[in-house]
């Protein structure tokens, strides 16, 4: 039987579907403690409104097709930020601002045939709407870097970078779409001798090529605003520089700034955002774990003009990156497997109905097989213990899976409260 998944998809089995759901628990009890509530957008959208809310890029990557019902064209969301700014835009209008939003779910992206490019992403983000200024920017990191800390995270960095400063150099250039492009496309890469050779020949001042090819090195700590003050001169990317400033003060606050690095080149949304930028990433893992900025004209496509940021982590890359971190973290398996060899399995199962009235998950091997069937099948099943039950005997063997351990226990230890493990 043929059962492989369409390219960019995947399954996950109980271990690390468990690392998953560690995941978005520790993430959400971070948004919680920062007063945000859940959201839960539909799984389909009507195209038309979707693509009110999405950049070219996503919109060439949106999986779309014909609703049998209605004639319309319908979506798969790439991206679960336009939705909640759709659901803000026009169901919570007439409540008073601003809205702290957090969600989970899945995404779908069409992507080019690759090995390691996903089609599937599951997003864990938030989205505060109604606030502009830099202390909504800076509670925005310092809660991405409360929650990497949460789930274990060490030797994460957190690159902020601010489109405004970038407009103020690019958009007066005298360049057409193609050459402006690849220009952007060289700053992205960090490429200056490729930015050196695409600059040959347009019709820029010596200003403008310096200004250009600064835009690459402007990647570091705290003094590359100094940097950058010095060789940007116009006035937006000044203001830019002025409102990263201040951001930097309230994450001095919060304590986090040995994480902040700046990267004035970072080309990222630049076609939708609209102010600050940042990315996650972890040591040794080569891809963001999280993503975020200012978008301050998302919500008014949707008829309710409102500031607003926020981010999201990419909880697949974010699993691969910490995998072996989240093996001492995430609950993999089951408490307790109960084995009883009498006939009678009447005390079997009021013991596991008691045990797991004590908050224990409990399992009982319904199958007809040995002890150590059972010991085996519990150890391979990520079972933490296994509680052996013998006829007519006042005490219980548990046994851990882990090292093959004994203990002995009793009913009445267990009913009264007094059993741990």
């Given at each position: 039987?043929?059962?492989?998944l369409p390219t960019g998809v995947k399954d996950f089995l109980?271990?690390?579907?468990?690392?998953?759901?560690?995941?978005?628990?520790?993430?959400?009890?971070?948004?919680?403690?920062?007063?945000?509530?859940?959201?839960?957008?539909?799984?389909?959208?009507?195209?038309?409104?979707?693509?009110?809310?999405?950049?070219?890029?996503?919109?060439?990557?949106?999986?779309?097709?014909?609703?049998?019902?209605?004639?319309?064209?319908?979506?798969?969301?790439?991206?679960?930020?336009?939705?909640?700014?759709?659901?803000?835009?026009?169901?919570?209008?007439?409540?008073?601002?601003?809205?702290?939003?957090?969600?989970?779910?899945?995404?779908?992206?069409?992507?080019?045939?690759?090995?390691?490019?996903?089609?599937?992403?599951?997003?864990?983000?938030?989205?505060?709407?109604?606030?502009?200024?830099?202390?909504?920017?800076?509670?925005?990191?310092?809660?991405?870097?409360?929650?990497?800390?949460?789930?274990?995270?060490?030797?994460?960095?957190?690159?902020?970078?601010?489109?405004?400063?970038?407009?103020?150099?690019?958009?007066?250039?005298?360049?057409?779409?193609?050459?402006?492009?690849?220009?952007?496309?060289?700053?992205?890469?960090?490429?200056?001798?490729?930015?050196?050779?695409?600059?040959?020949?347009?019709?820029?001042?010596?200003?403008?090529?310096?200004?250009?090819?600064?835009?690459?090195?402007?990647?570091?700590?705290?003094?590359?605003?100094?940097?950058?003050?010095?060789?940007?001169?116009?006035?937006?990317?000044?203001?830019?520089?002025?409102?990263?400033?201040?951001?930097?003060?309230?994450?001095?606050?919060?304590?986090?700034?040995?994480?902040?690095?700046?990267?004035?080149?970072?080309?990222?949304?630049?076609?939708?955002?609209s102010g600050l930028i940042f990315q996650g990433f972890l040591?040794?893992?080569?891809?963001?774990?999280?993503?975020?900025?200012?978008?301050?004209?998302?919500?008014?496509?949707?008829?309710?003009?409102?500031?607003?940021?926020?981010?999201?982590?990419?909880?697949?890359?974010?699993?691969?990156?910490?995998?072996?971190v989240l093996d001492e973290r995430a609950e993999e398996g089951?408490?307790?497997?109960?084995?009883?060899?009498?006939?009678?399995?009447?005390?079997?199962?009021?013991?596991?109905?008691?045990?797991?009235?004590?908050?224990?998950?409990?399992?009982?091997?319904?199958?007809?097989?040995?002890?150590?069937?059972?010991?085996?099948?519990?150890?391979?099943?990520?079972?933490?213990?296994?509680?052996?039950?013998?006829?007519?005997?006042?005490?219980?063997?548990?046994?851990?899976?882990?090292?093959?351990?004994?203990?002995?226990?009793?009913?009445?230890?267990?009913?009264?409260?007094?059993?741990?493990?």
């Open positions: 039987m043929e059962t492989r109980p271990v690390k579907a468990a690392k998953l759901d560690y995941l978005q628990n520790t993430l959400r009890s971070i948004y919680h403690s920062w007063g945000f509530r859940p959201v839960a957008p539909a799984i389909l959208e009507d195209l038309s409104v979707l693509e009110l809310g999405l950049g070219t890029d996503l919109r060439e990557k949106t999986f779309r097709f014909d609703d049998r019902q209605t004639g319309r064209l319908v979506a798969f969301p790439p991206d679960i930020t336009p939705q909640v700014a759709r659901i803000a835009a026009t169901r919570m209008r007439d409540m008073p601002l601003p809205f702290r939003l957090c969600y989970n779910g899945r995404v779908l992206r069409h992507t080019e045939q690759q090995l390691g490019k996903d089609r599937q992403i599951y997003q864990s983000g938030v989205e505060l709407i109604g606030l502009s200024g830099p202390e909504a920017d800076a509670e925005m990191i310092a809660m991405a870097v409360m929650c990497l800390q949460a789930v274990g995270a060490s030797g994460f960095t957190i690159d902020i970078g601010q489109v405004e400063f970038l407009r103020g150099v690019l958009d007066d250039l005298p360049l057409d779409a193609a050459q402006s492009r690849d220009v952007r496309t060289a700053i992205a890469a960090k490429d200056i001798s490729g930015l050196q050779q695409k600059l040959k020949g347009l019709p820029l001042t010596d200003r403008q090529r310096d200004e250009l090819l600064a835009l690459p090195r402007l990647y570091g700590g705290h003094e590359t605003l100094d940097q950058a003050r010095q060789v940007i001169t116009n006035p937006a990317s000044q203001k830019a520089l002025d409102n990263l400033e201040r951001i930097l003060k309230v994450l001095t606050v919060y304590g986090i700034e040995e994480h902040i690095t700046l990267d004035l080149g970072e080309m990222r949304g630049f076609d939708y955002h040591s040794g893992f080569g891809q963001a774990v999280c993503a975020g900025g200012r978008y301050d004209g998302l919500t008014e496509r949707y008829g309710f003009a409102a500031p607003a940021t926020g981010f999201a982590f990419n909880l697949y890359n974010l699993l691969f990156a910490l995998d072996r089951t408490d307790i497997l109960l084995f009883s060899s009498g006939q009678d399995k009447a005390p079997a199962q009021h013991l596991a109905a008691v045990l797991r009235s004590q908050g224990y998950s409990v399992a009982r091997d319904i199958i007809e097989r040995d002890q150590a069937a059972s010991l085996d099948y519990a150890r391979r099943m990520h079972y933490r213990y296994l509680l052996v039950i013998e006829p007519a005997e006042e005490e219980m063997i548990l046994i851990r899976t882990a090292d093959g351990e004994n203990t002995c226990v009793t009913s009445a230890a267990i009913g009264s409260g007094q059993f741990r493990i």
